[in-house]
């Protein structure tokens, strides 16, 4: 009995490492993209990075 109980084991290891495999792949799925990332990448990203002209960002 020791046998099947091995295998029911590695079995079950093998499908917990999958599924996180799969809620890691979704979490970064969701997190790209978010609002944190627009502004970092338009507002403050560094002026070689931006995608709007100069001109058009300085409005004092």
Excluded: I
């Excluded at 978010?34 to 709007?52: H, I, L, Q």
């Amino acid at each position: 009995m020791a046998e099947p109980a091995k295998n029911v084991a590695q079995q079950t290891e093998d499908r917990l490492e999958d599924l996180a495999e799969t809620v890691r792949e979704k979490f970064d799925r969701v997190t790209k993209g978010t609002y944190r990332d627009r502004v970092v990448g338009g507002r403050f990203a560094e002026p070689g990075d931006r995608s709007r002209p100069e001109k058009e960002q300085k409005q004092d």
